[in-house]
């Protein structure tokens, strides 16, 4: 079966200082990759999604970018954080060249940046 | 994509039928209906999903009227843990874009 992971669960960064988080996915070969974030009581925003490896799409521009080194790892960055980045991160994946597009969350990294 | 409109709150007693209703009056003919559920600090789930005819699974059912202009989740009986946020959500077929999830109807089940 497939699994996704997420790390940290929680974070809490000064405003200025860098970010880094992980998504894995386990189960499965070539996935669609999402990261999306979600502002307090806010629906889902999609933020960066990625069909290959190295290849990333961006939806909104931003001060994050998002890479993708290997088949089933997604990493969301910053190099400076702004107070307007807290929020709740993300990632799902979607079988690749699914005829439908059902996408499977990740547990999330909540994100508060002071 | 297509845009859909819910409520934005619903209440629902313990152990009796919850309904959500969506409405996606823009809906083209190869998009899909979807729905996801979000429970509190948690990442969404997938629910269900249909094209046009009626689906069912261990979860819910989905209706789609038969013009597609809007559709129902069922959640034959609701328990406290079904209490969350859910999404209706349409998309085409094979599509990897531009996905949007609204604001959803948060279903609070009560006892």
């Known amino acids: 079966s497939q699994t996704i992971h997420q790390w940290p669960a929680t974070l809490v960064q000064p405003v200025g200082s860098p970010l880094s988080l992980e998504c894995t996915v386990e189960?499965?070969?070539?996935?669609?990759l999402y990261w999306y974030r979600q502002a307090a009581g806010r629906g889902l925003q999609l933020l960066f999604y990625?069909?290959?490896?190295?290849?990333i799409s961006s939806e909104v521009p931003q001060n994050l970018s998002a890479s993708r080194p290997q088949d089933r790892q997604f990493i969301l960055s910053s190099k400076k954080l702004l107070l307007s980045d807290s929020g709740f991160y993300l990632c799902a994946w979607r079988r690749g060249g699914a005829s439908t597009d059902t996408q499977y969350f990740g547990p999330g990294t909540r994100l508060t940046v002071l | 994509d297509a845009k859909t409109t819910q409520p934005p709150s619903m209440d629902c007693a313990e152990g009796r039928a919850a309904n959500l209703p969506c409405n996606h009056s823009t809906i083209s003919g190869n998009e899909y209906v979807y729905w996801y559920r979000q429970i509190h600090s948690q990442g969404p789930q997938y629910i269900i999903h249909?094209?046009?005819n009626n689906e069912t699974n261990e979860m819910a059912s989905l209706i789609i009227t038969e013009d597609r202009k809007s559709s129902t989740l069922i959640l034959p009986h609701a328990t406290l843990r079904d209490t969350a946020v859910y999404y209706c959500?349409?998309?085409?077929?094979?599509?990897?874009?531009?996905?949007?999830f609204g604001t959803g109807t948060k279903l609070q089940v009560i006892p």
């Open positions: 189960g499965t070969s070539n996935p669609n």
């Open positions: 959500i349409v998309r085409p077929s094979g599509g990897y874009q531009k996905v949007t």
């Open positions: 249909g094209l046009k």
């Open positions: 990625s069909v290959g490896i190295g290849q």
